[in-house]
């Protein structure tokens, strides 16, 4: 893969992992535990909705063959996709979506405290201004993460039920492969496996505060990256893609 | 409107001379556009119907969450998406608002979300017809909130502080909704002639609901010559719907879409246009609970508060240990 086409698949893994995970908060509007949380949530979703405008434009503009940020988002199917599988993964219940959030939430931060400092300026860019944006998501969701663990007794069992679901997702987030290696190389992109120790460090911390259990290091699940989803993504497409889909060639 | 056919508990209008001192007092306040505020004295009748008006409209907010909240996963852009996901997360901002306003006037927020649940409270009868197309986001905003701003606008200046500063802010929202959904329908005015259709079939299904946001004609009630009296009403129903048709028609015709209504003319004489009977029977049906989606609405929102218990519960259980743990700190 050469330079162009390697920096293009990069920029839609970011961009892709903003998109499914703002798509997934933003089934929770209206349905949440609180008002507080209709609000609170929606923020975070369209912070990554923001952050995909942004990826996927730059995307677009690096692949230049015209395809503009909708294009990208709304009129490639499931294999095209290139966002990890952990944002993919449904709602499940309050303290799933929680789980999933922090753990995205740490890596989303570590990720770009590095690519703030990417030799691309135009990465740097969108990863500063999201590196506030991620601050305050992480902020969040290690508060309910804590909230939940150290909550009630059967906060308590939910919040650790979702970290059992979800722990095998988290390995693919920091695996790299000739994309992310070179990437990595050229000074644009992040060591994937050097946010690995970081980012555990974070976690256990925080599961320790919240009572809670890590699961023993074990096999990970891996594709997203790749293309290979979960059953999960095609529904979310089938809704997201659903206008433009349906009447070609029009403006909304 | 959003609050429609609230009661006031009276029976007639009492004159100066009947009231004591205090009501008396109360009432010149009024009269002279002084706002009260929720720690001074106020008739009781006063304090329950504004409750009943300011619960209903705070319902509504959130019930209307869901109709729209219906296309956020579906909205074609994603400049549109983030639109109508920042649209919806005000109206629960609005929710919230008019929820600390009235218990201001001694209610809390789970004993009027509990009444909404049992399906004692009432919300704007809008909200129980379903969103069938993306065109529906744009005649909701467009209409809907509209209508919305017709009520509220006035009400800025309604008599009770604490309302009448969440309609300050309110408004201000309110009306950038209208711009956006008029803005999905402009779009879809000249656009394909598939979009075209779909603006005019929301325009048709939503044009009638519209108009009955509004409620009944209340020239001949007393509750609402009493609430006009405590400036918690300013203008009567058929005088805002007035409004309503003689702004929206010309934008309607400025889209190119018609107005379903084929009694609907211009009236020189009197500067207003004349429209056809609305259909009030509809209206007392949805009211009572048999619109396209009452019960569906209600089971949705049940769900999400009964499934959220556990979540607010944990929530309160952790502050409380909090708290604990830092009073032990600080012994
Ligand atoms: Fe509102
Ligand atoms: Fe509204
Ligand atoms: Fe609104």
Redesign the pocket.
């Known amino acids: 893969m050469t330079g162009q086409d390697a920096l293009f698949e990069y920029l839609l893994r970011l961009s892709d992992n903003a998109l499914i995970l703002g798509h997934r908060l933003s089934e929770w509007c209206g349905h949440s535990p609180a008002l507080e949380e209709d609000l609170a949530l929606s923020n975070v979703a369209l912070d990554l909705i923001g952050q995909t405008q942004l990826w996927l434009s730059l995307a677009g503009e690096v692949e230049g063959k015209g395809r503009d940020a909708d294009k990208l988002a709304y009129l490639r199917d499931a294999r095209d996709f290139r966002n990890v599988l952990l944002v993919e993964q449904p709602n499940g219940d309050f303290a799933l979506t929680m789980a999933r959030q922090f753990f995205f939430d740490a890596w989303h931060y570590l990720l770009l405290r590095e690519l703030k400092g990417s030799k691309d300026a135009r990465i740097a860019e969108i990863a500063a201004k999201g590196l506030k944006e991620v601050t305050y998501h992480l902020e969040r969701s290690r508060d309910w993460v804590l909230r939940l663990g150290d909550g009630t007794e059967e906060s308590h069992r939910r919040m650790q039920t979702a970290i059992d679901d979800l722990w095998m997702y988290t390995g693919e987030l920091f695996e790299s492969d000739e994309v992310d290696q070179a990437m990595a190389r050229e000074g644009i992109g992040a060591d994937l496996a050097a946010l690995h120790e970081p980012w555990l460090g974070l976690v256990r911390a925080t599961a320790e505060e919240a009572t809670l259990t890590l699961p023993q290091p074990g096999w990970a699940q891996r594709g997203g990256k790749r293309g290979i989803h979960s059953e999960h993504l095609g529904y979310i497409l089938a809704d997201l893609q659903f206008l433009q889909r349906a009447y070609p060639n029009a403006t909304w | 409107m959003y609050a429609q056919m609230v009661k006031t508990g009276v029976d007639h209008i009492q004159s100066k001379e009947e009231m004591s001192p205090e009501e008396r007092a109360f009432q010149d306040r009024v009269d002279a556009d002084i706002k009260i505020e929720p720690k001074e004295w106020m008739p009781e009748a006063y304090r329950k119907t504004l409750i009943r008006q300011i619960s209903q409209h705070a319902h509504s907010?959130i019930i209307?969450m869901q109709p729209e909240g219906n296309w956020i996963t579906r909205a074609p852009t994603l400049e549109r998406k983030a639109i109508l996901l920042a649209k919806v997360q005000?109206?629960a901002g609005?929710g919230l608002y008019l929820y600390c306003a009235a218990e201001t006037l001694g209610v809390s927020r789970d004993e009027l979300l509990e009444q909404l649940n049992s399906g004692k409270a009432k919300y704007s009868s809008i909200f129980n017809y379903p969103t069938l197309t993306w065109a529906d986001i744009g005649a909701i905003g467009w209409l809907v909130d509209g209508a919305?701003i017709m009520n509220q606008v006035p009400l800025q200046r309604c008599s009770y502080g604490p309302y009448s500063r969440a309609m300050v802010r309110?408004c201000k929202?309110?009306s950038f909704h209208q711009r956006q959904g008029y803005d999905i329908m402009m779009k879809l005015a000249k656009g394909t002639p598939e979009q075209k259709a779909m603006a005019q079939d929301a325009l048709n299904r939503w044009w009638w609901p519209s108009l009955m946001m509004f409620g009944p004609s209340d020239a001949e009630s007393v509750h609402s010559a009493q609430s006009m009296r405590w400036k918690i009403k300013i203008n009567s129903n058929d005088e805002l719907r007035q409004k309503f048709v003689d702004q929206t028609v010309p934008q309607a015709e400025y889209l190119g879409l018609t107005v379903p209504d084929p009694d609907l003319k211009w009236n020189a004489e009197r500067g207003h246009y004349d429209f056809g009977a609305v259909n009030w029977d509809e209206f007392y049906q949805v009211v009572a609970g048999n619109g396209p989606c009452n019960r569906q609405r209600l089971r949705t929102r049940v769900k999400a508060y009964e499934e959220g218990r556990w979540v607010r519960e944990a929530a309160d259980a952790y502050a409380a240990k909090k708290a604990a743990r830092a009073q032990v700190k600080a012994a």
């Open positions: 907010e209307g005000d109206e609005h919305a309110i929202e309110e």
